[in-house]
């Protein structure tokens, strides 16, 4: 039998986990894994992703819904989302994405309070048999190293917008 170690894993499982909004706590000066935050809208890093370059999207103002939304926060949200896709195939050349919203916990919501985008980058043969049979996820690069790649891009888009 082979080992495969994840030390990193363990700052996750011996931490006190987040009370607070971790969006709302992105927007603050606490939170080191904003990527962009904009006037009506914000990229961050999932601190646990699926995959390199996992992000999540969210309006700044705390809403759950997407009836809670104005206008103007759709449109701004939309491009964000559309911003981020554009600077991930420039940086990390996946083949494809899987971008969606899970409204409530029903449906996988894990920060049901602060409606969110997951974009997730995906590479042909990105998946193995790690995840099939033993129920882990092979994460290549660390997310600082995946932090210090994109951070330029949005603090471009941020000098832009």
Not at 38 to 60: D, E, Q, T
């Amino acid at each position: 039998m082979q080992t495969l170690w994840a030390p990193w894993r363990m700052e996750y499982i011996l931490s006190e986990k987040e009370k607070e909004c971790i969006f709302c706590l992105a927007l603050s000066d606490k939170g080191n894994l904003a990527l962009y935050k904009g006037a009506l809208s914000m990229v961050m890093m999932n601190k646990y992703p699926y995959i390199n370059g996992h992000l999540l999207v969210a309006p700044k103002r705390h809403i759950a819904g997407l009836d809670d939304l104005t206008s103007e926060e759709t449109g701004d949200l939309l491009r964000t989302v559309k911003d981020a896709i554009e600077i991930l195939k420039k940086v990390m050349k996946p083949d494809g994405f899987n971008v969606g919203l899970n409204l409530g916990v029903v449906a996988g919501a894990g920060v049901e309070q602060h409606l969110h985008f997951h974009i997730v980058p995906r590479w042909h043969g990105d998946t193995n048999a790690m995840t099939v049979f033993a129920e882990v996820r092979v994460i290549p690069e660390h997310l600082e190293a995946t932090y210090r790649n994109l951070k330029p891009h949005f603090e471009a888009l941020q000098g832009a917008g």
